[in-house]
């Protein structure tokens, strides 16, 4: 996983919430330590909360996952959202497309 969370196919997932003005890319790379799935946010050296998006959305309290439309990467995609809109609101409303339309389709290169 790495990319930029404001891209997004023109669909149903905005790049911006209304209001919201112009921010910087962000930079987001996920990858394994024993097995388990860990995303950093790389333009700020810190690793994305967990916690955070189950306390908006309790999908996979074990984690995060990508490459596939399920409880860890419907997780996951609340995360990012939450990240770089930090607006609980707008990640409720458009954490399924993202994950339907961006995490989903990510490379998932092994356990």
Not at 17 to 26: E, F, I, K, L, M
Not at 74 to 99: G, K, N, S, T, V
């Amino acid at each position: 996983m790495n990319g930029n969370v404001p891209m997004a196919s023109s669909e149903s997932v905005p790049v911006a919430s209304p209001g919201q003005s112009h921010r910087d890319a962000v930079e987001h790379v996920g990858f394994r330590v024993d097995g388990q799935a860990v995303v950093l946010n790389l333009s700020e050296h810190r690793r994305l909360s967990l916690e955070r998006s189950l306390d908006l959305v309790n999908h996979s309290p074990s984690g995060f996952e990508w490459g596939y439309s399920g409880s860890g990467p419907a997780q996951l995609a609340c995360a990012p959202l939450l990240d770089y809109y930090d607006d609980e609101q707008f990640a409720r409303e458009h954490y399924i497309a993202f994950r339907n339309q961006v995490v989903s389709q990510l490379a998932c290169d092994g356990p």
